[in-house]
């Protein structure tokens, strides 16, 4: 099974990019799919999660109203559209998969798996 993040680069602020997360290897249709964000020193953020199973999702408060997550069950690929874009959204994301019948997981914990880190620079 494979995470494979992308999507990050630099954008100005007010702007806009899109986060991939491709799922290759997944057979469950009951996974949590989360975004995090690190600051180097600090712990893995949770920003926001998606159910596959139930699309029941979450978005961390600093993010609400300007993030929108989604997942193309289809195409194996969850996105996590950025909009407004702030100095401080400047990070190392990644995403995450792992189990869960209901819901989707807010913290790192539960998440089994996980894409390597796509980092979004947000600057004038």
């Known amino acids: 099974v494979q995470l494979q993040a992308s999507g990050g680069g630099l954008a100005q602020p007010g702007g806009s990019l899109r986060l991939s997360c491709a799922s290759s290897?997944?057979?469950?249709?009951?996974?949590?799919i989360g975004w995090f964000r690190q600051v180097p020193g600090k712990e893995r953020e949770g920003i926001s999660c998606i159910s596959t199973s139930d699309g029941s999702y979450y978005y961390e408060e600093a993010v609400k109203g300007r993030f929108t997550i989604s997942v193309d069950k289809d195409k194996n690929v969850a996105y996590l559209q950025m909009n407004s874009l702030k100095l401080g959204d400047t990070v190392v994301y990644y995403c995450a998969r792992g189990r869960a019948q209901a819901g989707c997981y807010f913290v790192s914990g539960p998440y089994e798996y996980w894409g390597q880190g796509t980092l979004v620079t947000v600057s004038s």
């Open positions: 290897g997944f057979t469950s249709d009951y996974d949590s």
